[in-house]
């Protein structure tokens, strides 16, 4: 069985729409948790109604290690919650990760819509998370592990504000193997790049950068937003905290 394990904070618009992605999979032999952070908008009812198990959560890395500590599966998958699986996509991913002989793996991304914007930056991460796999891993945003492995590194750090999935990732390939799988992707929603593509483009590579030549980020140097979406129909911007 495979444990897939969802991070939330006021995702009631997304989450539905993944938790029907995954139900429509043909792989059935799994359970999904839901994370949360402390929504105050309709996530956890839906996530109920959807048969999850919810667990209190945090910042995507303390809800990804929450999910994790109540999970019963041997593989875990964890994926961000505005996030969608195209069909077939567990059975396949899984059939890769055993035929590889992997221990944990990412895949590619696209994003919906037909900007041709989009379609640059999804060849870019491809082609720059294939050219490292080998000496400098990258996954996020949908990392499959086996739970074993998740266990012997720790699990995510929960100190850093942003790349933490990063820095997970190349802990587990340490101990184990890592695969980038180009090609099989997810759709990762476009709400941050629908404001500025250009800049989030800008602001990750600079992250990047930062990643590799300095060290993890644990301050709020780039301002990432876990409730990005929330506080932008509030019409305020607050810094992602933990709320478990």
Known sequence: ?????????????????????????????MEIIVADAGSKDRTVQIAKAHGCKVTP???????????????????????????????????????????????????AMKLPGKKKIYRVFEKLYTLYFKA????????????????ALHEKIGGFDETMKLGEDLFYVRAAAKEGKFGFI???????SPRRAEEDM??????????EMYMTFIGPIRTDLFKYRFD???????????EKKDLS
């Open 132 to 147: 490292t796999e080998r000496f400098y891993p990258h996954a996020t945003n949908c990392i499959v592990i086996k739970r």
């Open 182 to 188: 180009p090609s099989l992707y997810f759709y990762a």
């Open 228 to 238: 990005h979406l929330a506080n932008k129909k509030k019409g305020k911007s607050h």
């Open 1 to 29: 069985m495979i444990s897939i394990v969802i991070p939330t904070l006021n995702e009631e618009e997304y989450l539905p729409k993944l938790l029907e992605s995954i139900h429509s999979q043909k792989f059935k032999d």
């Open 198 to 207: 250009k800049k989030i483009i800008t602001q990750y590579f600079l992250a």
């Open 57 to 107: 959560g945090g910042l995507p890395g303390k809800g990804r290690n929450e999910g994790a500590k109540v999970a019963k599966g041997d593989v875990l998958f964890f994926v961000d919650s505005d996030a969608l699986l195209p069909p077939h996509f567990v059975e396949r991913f899984l059939r890769e990760f055993d035929r590889r002989k992997l221990d944990v793996a990412g895949c």
